[in-house]
DNA sequence: TCTGGGGTCCTAGGACCC
DNA sequence: TCTGGGGTCCTAGGACCC
């Protein structure tokens, strides 16, 4: 099992695990009696590893379709227009597979559809019944159809726990019964959304490949305190690096922002003590990129919130209102002095960091970093770092 | 003791413009 | 006595996704 940041709650379950009745979401400190009865191996979550797995699986992908939307982290969408003319979708999807697990050692499933919605479907029930092999055409309409009456409707993309249950109120249980619902009555009692997903259901594509990710709206760096913080110290620290954070995810996104807000709260879930949660924003004359600018605003932000005598859980920095130049139109009257060489300044600092033989920081990040999460069962960086190498004995 | 992190889209209502 | 028509922008809240 993998568990998320901060060791607190359950992501990723193998076969057996989900065979125990473990949940997407359990939080893991109930259940340590369970984990160490039936000696179940717990992981922290391990981004770098992961994310560098992902990329090699996209570029398999990438070598065997001329257009490929990287959807998440372990999900892609691939245009297969043109393929069945030379081959039988199945068997591509076969191959897909083999190659994947020939050069990633990764098993991926495979669905075949005319549009994004049963492709995911499909994709769904090549998990779900293994004698599929792991891969399921639905190009045919027959076969979405019989598949659809199986699947309940919150399975669906796009339908989550609140629309599931208004459907079901409905009388709509399952996917058929949702892609056979008229679409007026969908709009009468939801939204455009939803009534995307029903057309697609039936066929019809209105959602297209986004081979290009669009440019980021917002940038959030945000974490729970290994420990809670109560110092306000500490909690200057804690922002002053998610703002560092952010504001290099800024330039890796070539953006600039003039949106910046902070907040801080406390455990939603403590019975003793009142909850306190508190965002504060403000919005700079100029749109900036330099991480002066983003630390000053979001310590400011802070200053705004800040009450002694609670014990925070999480806090975070946000990033909004995102330009591609550093120029905004002034005011007549407002007088303003830009920095000097603050590209170049930002363009050395990332050089440094990304370099690989060192890190440069801010004095207002901190060193001791006591509030930093929890990540006592990390596997290695097998991939990402010499010294972490995989070991095999022959 | 202990409950993740990072996003998107849509809608309604209010403020404001000419 | 009587008070239009057509817009934009912003924000908050609600829903969803992985």
């Known amino acids: 099992?993998?568990?998320?940041?901060?060791?607190?709650?359950?992501?990723?379950?193998?076969?057996?695990?989900?065979?125990?009745?473990?949940?997407?979401?359990?939080?893991?400190?109930?259940?340590?009696?369970?984990?160490?009865?039936?000696?179940?191996?717990?992981?922290?979550?391990?981004?770098?590893?992961?994310?560098?797995?992902?990329?090699?699986?996209?570029?398999?992908?990438?070598?065997?379709?001329?257009?490929?939307?990287?959807?998440?982290?372990?999900?892609?969408?691939?245009?297969?227009?043109?393929?069945?003319?030379?081959?039988?979708?199945?068997?591509?999807?076969?191959?897909?597979?083999?190659?994947?697990?020939?050069?990633?050692?990764?098993?991926?499933?495979?669905?075949?559809?005319?549009?994004?919605?049963?492709?995911?479907?499909?994709?769904?029930?090549?998990?779900?019944?293994?004698?599929?092999?792991?891969?399921?055409?639905?190009?045919?309409?027959?076969?979405?159809?019989?598949?659809?009456?199986?699947?309940?409707?919150?399975?669906?993309?796009?339908?989550?726990?609140?629309?599931?249950?208004?459907?079901?109120?409905?009388?709509?249980?399952?996917?058929?019964?949702?892609?056979?619902?008229?679409?007026?009555?969908?709009?009468?009692?939801?939204?455009?959304?939803?009534?995307?997903?029903?057309?697609?259901?039936?066929?019809?594509?209105?959602?297209?490949?986004?081979?290009?990710?669009?440019?980021?709206?917002?940038?959030?760096?945000?974490?729970?305190?290994?420990?809670?913080?109560?110092?306000?110290d500490l909690m200057r620290e804690a922002i002053c690096s998610h703002a560092v954070r952010a504001a290099e995810k800024l330039r890796g996104e070539h953006q600039y922002c003039r949106h910046i807000s902070a907040f801080i709260k406390t455990s939603p879930f403590a019975v003793n003590e009142v909850y306190y949660g508190k965002t504060a924003g403000t919005k700079l004359q100029i749109p900036t990129q330099d991480t002066r600018d983003i630390v000053a605003a979001a310590t400011k932000c802070l200053d705004a919130i800040w009450q002694d005598g609670h014990s925070f859980q999480k806090c975070g920095v946000m990033l909004g209102d995102f330009y591609s130049q550093g120029v905004a139109q002034l005011g007549l009257f407002d007088e303003y002095q830009p920095r000097s060489n603050s590209e170049q300044l930002m363009a050395v600092l990332d050089g440094i960091n990304h370099s690989g033989k060192g890190r440069v920081w801010f004095a207002g990040q901190g060193v001791q970093k006591s509030w930093e999460m929890k990540r006592q069962m990390l596997s290695p960086a097998y991939t990402t770092r010499f010294s972490e190498l995989m070991r095999v004995k022959l």
């Open 1 to 232: 099992m993998v568990l998320s940041n901060n060791d607190a709650c359950v992501i990723a379950r193998s076969a057996e695990a989900k065979k125990l009745g473990i949940k997407m979401g359990d939080p893991f400190f109930k259940m340590r009696a369970l984990f160490e009865q039936h000696k179940i191996v717990t992981f922290s979550s391990n981004y770098a590893l992961y994310a560098d797995m992902s990329t090699r699986v996209m570029t398999v992908l990438e070598e065997m379709s001329p257009a490929v939307e990287i959807y998440s982290i372990d999900e892609a969408f691939m245009n297969l227009q043109g393929v069945s003319n030379c081959k039988d979708l199945e068997e591509f999807g076969r191959e897909v597979r083999a190659k994947v697990l020939q050069w990633t050692g990764l098993t991926v499933g495979v669905g075949i559809a005319p549009t994004k919605t049963l492709a995911k479907l499909a994709n769904y029930s090549a998990k779900k019944w293994t004698k599929t092999g792991g891969v399921v055409d639905l190009s045919l309409a027959g076969r979405q159809r019989k598949l659809m009456a199986l699947v309940e409707v919150g399975e669906v993309w796009g339908v989550g726990r609140r629309i599931s249950k208004k459907l079901n109120d409905m009388g709509i249980k399952t996917a058929l019964q949702l892609a056979d619902t008229p679409t007026p009555l969908i709009r009468k009692h939801f939204n455009i959304v939803l009534e995307r997903t029903v057309r697609e259901l039936r066929g019809e594509p209105c959602l297209e490949l986004e081979e290009f990710a669009p440019t980021k709206q917002q940038i959030v760096c945000s974490r729970s305190f290994g420990d809670r913080v109560s110092e306000y």
